[in-house]
T-cell receptor, first 106, second 114 residues
Framework: GQNIDQPTEMTATEGAIVQINCTYQTSGFNGLFWYQQHAGEAPTFLSYNVLDGLEEKGRFSSFLSRSKGYSYLLLKELQMKDSASYLCALDDKIIFGKGTRLHILP | SAVISQKPSRDICQRGTSLTIQCQVDSQVTMMFWYRQQPGQSLTLIATANQGSEATYESGFVIDKFPISRPNLTFSTLTVSNMSPEDSSIYLC???????????FGSGTRLTVV
């Protein structure tokens, strides 16, 4: 089976940097997704890591280490609109973690 | 990325009845999926909708409760049958676009069973 763990909630300050961690156990997967979901809306795609290492996309970066079963999403220069849930998901029929609710304080 | 039209956006239904949710994509896609998101929870995969064959259901979900149709590469339906209050949830369809877009989601159907 598969198991995905991420913190339930985090709080950060506008303009700061926050790292959301995701650990997983699985027998195999194609890659790892990060999605953003604002309350009452559908998830939107942020990033997809296939190889180990860091993928940077503007203010958002995502890291994957297959040997450690670990990923993180790094958000820089936080803005109020970044307040949302962030979902880590394994690309094996896309199995989602429970999500991390991120609260941004002014 | 693909544009997905999902309807209805919300409905309130009586227990014991059934509701069919439709998902229309503006391009042909191989893989379509149906998810459930219960209040305050993450997304749970219900099934993969296969074109030309029966859907593939995940553990805990059965065809009699959640029949799925996939008549072509742009359309799918999910029916929630014999509903109970425990079925109150958001139901989302999703497509696998490959490439840079990952999986794209419909806007969801918010179902309340009373």
């Amino acid at each position: 089976g598969q198991n995905i763990d991420q913190p339930t909630e985090m709080t950060a300050t506008e303009g700061a940097i926050v790292q959301i961690n995701c650990t997983y156990q699985t027998s195999g997967f194609n890659g790892l997704f990060w999605y953003q979901q604002h309350a009452g809306e559908a998830p939107t795609f942020l990033s997809y890591n296939v190889l180990d290492g860091l993928e940077e996309k503007g203010r958002f970066s995502s890291f994957l280490s297959r040997s450690k079963g670990y990923s993180y999403l790094l958000l820089k220069e936080l803005q109020m609109k970044d307040s949302a849930s962030y979902l880590c998901a394994l690309d094996d029929k896309i199995i989602f973690g429970k999500g991390t609710r991120l609260h941004i304080l002014p | 990325s693909a544009v997905i039209s999902q309807k209805p956006s919300r409905d309130i239904c009586q227990r014991g009845t059934s509701l069919t949710i439709q998902c229309q994509v503006d391009s042909q896609v191989t893989m379509m999926f149906w998810y459930r998101q219960q209040p305050g929870q993450s997304l749970t995969l219900i099934a993969t909708a296969n074109q030309g064959s029966e859907a593939t259901y995940e553990s805990g979900f059965v065809i009699d409760k959640f029949p799925i149709s996939r008549p072509n590469l742009t359309f799918s339906t999910l029916t929630v049958s014999n509903m109970s209050p425990e079925d109150s949830s958001i139901y989302l369809c999703s497509v696998d676009e490959q490439g840079d877009y990952g999986y794209t989601f419909g806007s969801g159907t918010r179902l309340t069973v009373v």
